[in-house]
Structure formats: C-alpha cells, structure tokens
C-alpha cells in the first residue's frame, strides 16, 4: 500500500533551520574524551559551561562522555575536582580541556593519571589535589 505526504509551506516565514529544529536535531553538542594510566577510584571531573556544569565519576580507563550538551558556539572547561585515591593515590592531568564548542563535537580531551602520590605542602589546583 502507497501512501502520499503531503508537507505545506504557509507564508508565515518557515526556514529550513526551523524544519530541522522541530526533527529533533539541535544545535548543541558534547564532550567526550578517554583516559589512560588509572588504577584507582574516585577520580572525579566537573564540566562548566555558562551556568551549566556536570560532575562525572571515573573509575576505569578507556572513553567517557559528558552527558551536558553544550550549546555550538559556547565556551566549555573541564577540570579535575578528585584525584583518585583507593587503593593508591594518584595524580593526573588534563588535556585539551577547554574550547568552544565545534558543530561536531568536542572529542580530543585527554586525562592522564600516574602513580606519583600527592605531596600536601603545595596545591595545583589544574589537577584536583596537593602535590
């Protein structure tokens, strides 16, 4: 059975971006990226943008992706809230953290853990601990 569709254009000023938009496709996207190097719990990321901001919990190596969507065109920043701890203390880094949010995606964020333990005397507040 054939069925015919037929889809009708008022002059009320309907746009190509606005048949998009009511598809379900909006103009946000997501950041995502992997990390390596971890052997304990409890690393902990925090993404910021605008008035948004998402924690994220890690326990494992490999991909991960922040559940935000981010608005294309919006400034985003990811940065380290707790360093793992159980059963080792771990220190880590983060890469390509920040950036404005590309029609594709943010997808190269890198998160870099060792096993260098914290040194109380001094804080480095890019990595989420003492060192």
């Known amino acids: 059975m054939?069925?015919?569709l037929f889809i009708t254009?008022?002059?009320?000023?309907v746009y190509a971006s606005d048949l998009i938009y009511l598809n379900g496709f909006e103009n946000t996207g997501l950041v995502s990226g992997t990390i390596t190097g971890l052997n304990a719990t409890g690393l902990q990321l925090d993404m910021t943008s605008l008035s948004l901001s998402q924690n994220?919990?890690?326990d494992q190596n490999g991909s991960f992706v922040f559940s935000l969507q981010i608005p294309i065109g919006d400034n985003w920043e990811v940065s380290i809230t707790t360093l793992p701890d159980n059963p080792i203390q771990q220190?880590?880094?983060i890469n390509n953290q920040s950036?404005?949010?590309p029609a594709t995606g943010a997808d190269n964020l890198a998160v870099v853990c060792n096993n260098i333990s914290w040194?109380?005397?001094e804080m480095d507040w890019?990595?989420?601990g003492w060192q």
Do not use: A, P
């Not at 254009?9 to 000023?13: D, Q, V, Y």
């Open 56 to 58: 994220l919990l890690l």
């Open 9 to 13: 254009l008022f002059s009320t000023g």
């Open 119 to 121: 040194v109380w005397d």
């Open 126 to 128: 890019d990595e989420g």
């Open 99 to 101: 950036g404005v949010m």
């Open 91 to 93: 220190s880590c880094t």
């Open 2 to 4: 054939k069925k015919l």
